[in-house]
């Protein structure tokens, strides 16, 4: 059982949808709370992170932290083709160890104009 | 690209042979990490440094080894390299402030 589960896509959507990406996770220690974009052929960048549970908006994207549940969710409104990318999700105890985040497979998402 | 540059970008070496990968940042950052990253794997953390001469092994570090004789430079190196270390390598960077780690833009390694 993997510590980080993330659904596996991949996921297509038109235009304008809103869409949904989660993770599941069982290590009750992970405080950080992270969602990388990679684009073909390039590494991740930070999308946005959130510390403990909550919520977090930045533009078009929220991220969601339900710490009881153990489950996260990063929101993309009026979804664009420039958003057709894989999604990370990634999970560290701390600030300081986060470079050793514990990384999601990865969902693929497909916005069609 | 936050300062990272890995070299080579790609490359295929034979089975059984030496193979070292660089990675070169600019930003003076302490904490550099190694990762490989496979289909229905993910991510996953190979070793990583939190200063020059400090190393330590991350989840799958059998096969590799590392150093890192400067801050700028954070070298990977597969002993003798197998088919099963086939596979795209990303080199990170973190500073002092948020959790974020910062990506290079891989090496896409074949190893026949």
């Known amino acids: 059982q993997k510590e980080v589960e993330q659904d596996p896509g991949p996921l297509s959507v038109p235009e304008g949808a809103i869409v949904s990406l989660n993770c599941t996770y069982s290590?009750?220690?992970?405080?950080?709370f992270m969602w990388y974009r990679q684009y073909s052929r390039k590494g991740p960048e930070l999308l946005m992170y959130?510390?403990?549970?909550g919520n977090k908006e930045d533009g078009r994207f929220t991220a969601q932290v339900d710490k009881s549940s153990k489950y996260i969710s990063l929101f993309i409104r009026d979804s664009q083709p420039s958003d057709s990318a894989t999604y990370l999700c990634?999970?560290?105890?701390?600030?300081?160890?986060?470079?050793?985040?514990?990384f999601g497979d990865g969902t693929t998402l497909t916005v069609k104009p | 690209d936050a300062g990272i540059t890995q070299s080579p970008r790609h490359k295929v070496t034979e089975t059984g042979t030496p193979v070292t990968l660089r990675c070169h940042q600019t930003?003076?950052?302490?904490?550099m990490y190694w990762y490989r990253q496979d289909p229905g794997h993910g991510l996953r953390l190979i070793h990583y440094?939190?200063?020059?001469?400090?190393?330590d092994k991350g989840e799958v570090s059998d096969g590799y080894s590392v150093s890192r004789s400067k801050t700028e430079d954070f070298l990977l190196t597969l002993e003798s390299a197998t088919s099963s270390q086939t596979s795209v390598y990303f080199c990170?960077?973190?500073?002092?402030?948020?959790?974020?780690?910062?990506f290079g833009q891989g090496t896409r390694l074949t190893v026949v």
């Open positions: 990170a960077i973190r500073g002092q402030g948020g959790p974020e780690a910062f």
């Open positions: 290590n009750s220690a992970f405080q950080y």
């Open positions: 959130t510390y403990s549970s």
């Open positions: 990634a999970m560290s105890p701390t600030n300081t160890n986060a470079g050793k985040s514990t």
């Open positions: 930003e003076n950052h302490r904490y």
């Open positions: 440094s939190y200063g020059v001469k400090d190393t």
